[in-house]
């Protein structure tokens, strides 16, 4: 059981390149999530999924692309990377019902945009 | 707005000198409050959910408390293991999707 599983762990990009974060999860929640950590700011919600097939903006969601096609991954992607954009990137997953409040995270991609 | 304060930014105990972390909440209504703790280079862990002011919840040497406008993680005789950053979240009441705001986080270091 390997919970939630985030790939890459580390990526380096040029300005204006473009990538794709891949999360799994294999707990069967309905819920997940991507946020951003940046050093003094928190965890920031940037885009987030309620089911297979459904997405919605979080707090931070400019520059970013989210899919979720089927129920166990969330695909996070950046289309034209920026230099704002270096973070660490979480993704969390959670159940439906009053127990959706506990999300579950992965141990982050660590991504440098030069 | 919504909004979540954590301090202090950052706590330097001695072993078995206990304390407290603070976290001062801003919510319309409140579903829930959340305790999580990160340890360098990985991804935050769960703790503790409070529901309600007057709630405690306890998980060895941390003791959590919520009131109507913040909540404590105590900590008594720390280790060296207790080392971390703790974060503090609530899900607000107008969030039906289980969205957290989370606060900057307290990282702790305990010396031996």
């Known amino acids: 059981n390997a919970g939630v599983t985030q790939t890459p762990k580390f990526r380096v990009l040029k300005t204006g390149q473009s990538m794709t974060l891949l999360c799994a999860q294999d707990m069967n929640h309905e819920y997940m999530y991507w946020y951003r950590q940046d050093p003094g700011m928190g965890l920031r919600l940037i885009h987030y999924s309620v089911g297979e ?13 989210v899919s979720r096609l089927k129920k166990q991954n969330f695909l996070l992607g950046l289309e034209s990377a920026a230099p704002s954009q270096t973070s660490v990137y979480f993704c969390a997953s959670s159940y439906g019902g009053r127990a959706k409040n506990i999300q579950y995270f992965g141990a982050g991609t660590r991504l440098s945009v030069l | 707005e919504d909004q979540v304060t954590q301090s202090p930014e950052a706590l330097r105990l001695q072993e078995g000198e206990s304390s407290s972390l603070n976290c001062s909440y801003t919510v319309s209504g409140l579903r829930g ?9 990985k991804g935050p862990e769960f703790l503790f959910t409070l529901y309600s002011a007057g709630e405690e919840k306890e998980k060895e040497r941390l003791k959590a408390t919520l009131t109507k406008k913040e ?7 720390p280790k060296p293991e207790d080392s971390a950053t ?17 606060g900057q986080g307290t990282t702790l270091q305990v010396k031996p």
Request: charged share 15%; hydrophobic share 35%.
């Open chain 1, 53 to 65: 097939g459904t997405t919605a903006k979080g707090e931070v969601p400019d520059g970013y692309n």
């Open chain 2, 33 to 41: 409050l959340f305790w999580y703790r990160q340890d360098p280079g």
């Open chain 2, 71 to 77: 909540s404590f993680l105590h900590i008594t005789a």
């Open chain 2, 86 to 102: 703790y974060l503090c979240a609530v899900r607000p009441g107008t969030s039906n999707t289980g969205k957290l705001i989370f």
